[in-house]
């Protein structure tokens, strides 16, 4: 019954992007704004944007859920997006523009996201959106974004198989978290892996790509368990787990859900030194919310972590802190947010111009030196090359990085580099 009510949800949502791409773009414009617009060089693919670029200022749109389940982890990264905003401004801008900030709430809603992707692009007329969170979110918005040419900046970890030209992935490709992880336990001998993650698009397509690096190199899974979205009763699970044979756990749990599972866990007397958790979307917010007693040792895959040494990063958490508390520690998603505007920044000097079409074009290269560390674009698939890290959880509510790669990955979203990803990738044109 559930997956037939997911299917459902499916269906309503494409449905809902189909009636939202249809109604074409440009509300509010007269004819003399159009034909100034296509004459400013601001008017790209089958819609004519309506982005002004004529006066002091250009507009970007946010759209976050500052409301709603998500809202705990999705208002950082407005935080940090308008950090970066702030900075620039005070900088002189854009092709000595002022950005200015149009927010939206995505209410936690995957059809909410889409409707206010609308907005911002043929509404407020916005030159480029950044935000996003769940793939249902980024998979609603993807055919708004498609059908008007306009610009997204989607900021997280996520399961690949996808890419867009409309997109830049700023955030971890799966070879850039996933695989590493994998190769971490790899290398220290675990072979026995149990997998538990929350029944929607990221954890149950992360875990197809457990299960074929675990076939491709000697490893077994010797469990896989999903469970519902805000689910915060894990007795049965956690018993599976430690009567499984399991010699380290995959854990692609969202929210609140690790709190109850790692709780749980604790109570069976698993210990992370013979069976440590791996987990994909723990971040140093998350940690506090757990308790830092029920997950200290744990392993985290991330592209960032608040403990990087370097003097961008010392700059990047010193700055945050000052601007939203000190009580507020940084982490991989709000880094990559932050990040994703500088590298828009930088696609739209090196193209000198505000329109898509033509910062597309300018995209591939284009680096900045980052709190992670050194990044720039593939422009082949928007993707951002990185440098992964697998961190321990330290008693002080902090990640350490415990391992990290020889540099920056190149982004293979579909694994076509990988001779065990045959079978995901199949019957991909990208």
């Known amino acids: 019954m559930a997956r037939l009510q997911r299917m459902k949800i499916g269906a309503a949502l494409c449905a809902m992007a189909a009636l939202l791409v249809t109604s074409g773009c440009g509300w509010g414009r007269t004819v003399a704004e159009r034909d100034a617009q296509e004459k400013n060089g601001t008017a790209s693919g089958d819609h004519a944007s309506c ?3 004529s006066g002091s200022t250009i507009k970007i749109g946010f759209v976050n859920s500052l ?9 950082t990264v407005s935080n940090s997006l308008h950090m970066a905003v702030d900075e620039i401004n005070a900088k002189g801008g854009v092709l000595g523009k002022q950005l200015k900030i149009v927010q939206q709430d995505g209410k936690s809603e995957p059809a909410v996201f889409a409707e206010k992707a609308k907005t911002l692009i043929e509404k407020e007329c916005v030159a480029a959106v950044f935000g996003g969170w769940t793939s249902s979110s ?7 974004f498609e059908a008007d040419n306009a610009l997204l900046f989607y900021p997280l970890q996520y399961e690949g198989m996808e890419s867009s030209p409309n997109i830049f992935y700023s955030g971890a490709a799966p070879n850039q978290q996933i695989v590493p992880a994998l190769d971490y336990l790899k290398e220290k001998g675990y072979k026995k892996l149990f997998l538990v993650g929350s029944d929607y698009v990221f954890p149950q397509t992360a875990n197809r790509v457990v299960k074929a ?14 469970t519902p979205m805000g689910s915060t009763d894990f007795t049965t699970i956690v018993n599976k787990l430690k009567f499984s ?3 380290a756990v995959v854990n692609t749990l969202n929210g609140d859900s690790n709190v109850a599972f790692f709780k749980e866990y604790k109570a069976s007397g698993l210990k992370p030194a013979t069976t440590p958790v791996i987990s994909m979307s723990i971040a140093e917010e998350e940690v506090s919310a757990i308790g830092v007693d029920n997950v200290k040792d744990q392993l985290t895959a991330w592209n960032y972590y608040q403990t990087l040494d370097n ?3 010392k700059k990047f958490v010193a700055d945050f802190k000052a601007k939203y508390g000190q009580k507020h520690p940084t982490s991989d998603p709000m880094e990559s947010a932050y990040t994703s505007v500088y590298l828009w920044k930088g696609m739209v000097e090196k193209a000198k111009s505000f329109q898509v079409d033509k910062v597309k074009a300018a995209a591939d290269g284009v680096t900045f030196n980052a709190p992670e560390g050194k990044v720039w674009v593939d422009g082949q698939n928007h993707h951002i090359y990185k ?7 330290g008693d002080d509510r ?3 990085t415990v391992w990290k790669s020889k540099g920056p990955i190149k982004p293979d979203p579909y694994l076509k580099t990988y001779s065990w990803a045959k079978s995901l990738s199949a019957g991909t044109d990208k």
């Not at 409301?67 to 208002?75: F, L, R, V, Y």
């Not at 980024?138 to 708004?144: G, I, T």
């Not at 690096?213 to 999903?226: C, S």
């Open 213 to 226: 690096y675990a076939q491709g190199n000697g490893m077994q899974v010797v469990g896989e368990e999903y």
């Open 311 to 313: 003097p961008q990063n």
């Open 67 to 75: 409301s709603g389940t998500m809202a705990i982890s999705e208002q």
């Open 138 to 144: 980024r998979k609603a918005m993807l055919p708004v």
């Open 51 to 53: 982005v002004d670029t």
């Open 245 to 247: 044979g399991a010699d």
């Open 398 to 400: 902090l990640i350490h």
């Open 387 to 393: 440098t992964s890290y697998i961190g321990k959880i």
